[in-house]
């Protein structure tokens, strides 16, 4: 008998949420929108985006939901025209109870910044993804620039920049990375008036590996502005050229 009033008393209560689930689906929908909400959930990292940006988008594609009856307000394309910013990674639009319609958003994480003599400014995300540069917002980044193609960014350029980014000392060491018109790679130091020619980017980890012995055995010594350019080029030998 207590069994059979336990189960009873299950199905009642099953039975009540799915009616109250129902009879607010049915009163929203009849509600008109008197609140939009963009909740930028990652906005303490980064701030790519302002609320107003994805207000103005919807406006321009006519999907801007306020004064809008709940019932004729098509969330999913919203979110489709939301996505068409760059910036977004990923977006959630929704109603709730109280007739407001929700926009939840998560931003692209660059890793890496190029300024491209064939391209222009942009980044390139954790997910090698191109992504435009934010009119609000400039975060620091190791920088690339010269005569670089979309494809090497994305690839033996992106597998540089993480090694680099993971690197401590490196991390720390290096300014800027430019790539020369006839695609060879040089980095920048942060201290010294000088130049490292690394050539391509093939066995880059044994080059930085070299050029570490330099700095601590030579460059820590002789003093760091004697070079114009020091080059890893050739197989286990560091080429300095005085100035």
């Known amino acids: 008998m207590k069994r059979f009033l ?6 009642v209560l099953l039975g009540y949420l799915v009616f109250i689930a129902f009879y607010f689906k049915e009163n929203t929908q009849e509600t008109v929108c008197e609140n939009f909400i963009v909740l930028i959930k990652d906005s303490f ?7 107003k940006d994805i207000e103005d988008l919807l406006r ?3 999907l801007y ?26 977006v959630e639009v929704y109603s709730t109870h109280d007739g407001s319609i929700v926009a939840s958003i998560r931003q692209r994480n660059p890793v890496m910044r190029v300024i491209s003599h064939k391209d222009g400014g942009y980044y390139i995300d954790n997910e090698r993804q191109r992504m435009p540069l ?12 010269g005569f670089i193609s979309e494809e090497f960014a994305k690839n033996e350029l992106y597998d540089f920049v993480m090694f680099i980014s993971n690197s401590p000392m490196w991390d720390v060491w290096i ?15 942060r201290a010294g008036d000088f130049k490292v020619t690394l050539g391509t980017l093939e066995d880059y980890e044994k ?11 030579g460059l820590n010594k002789v003093g760091w502005n004697r070079y114009s350019e020091v080059n890893l080029e050739y197989n286990n030998q560091v080429v300095c050229t005085m100035k």
Do not use: R, W
Not at 6 to 11: D, H, K, N, Q
Not at 45 to 51: G, L, P, S
């Open 45 to 51: 990292d980064k701030e790519f985006i302002q609320t």
């Open 65 to 90: 939901p306020v004064k809008k009856l709940i019932a004729d307000i098509n969330t999913m394309e919203m979110e489709k025209a939301i996505l068409g910013n760059k910036l977004v990674k990923s």
């Open 6 to 11: 336990l189960v009873f008393a299950i199905l």
């Open 207 to 217: 080059k930085l590996s070299n050029l570490k012995v330099f700095i601590d055995k």
């Open 175 to 189: 300014e800027q990375i430019v790539v020369t018109q006839n695609q060879k790679v040089q980095i920048v130091p």
């Open 60 to 62: 321009k594609e006519k």
């Open 134 to 145: 934010s009119q609000h917002y400039t975060v620091y980044l190791p920088v690339a620039t």
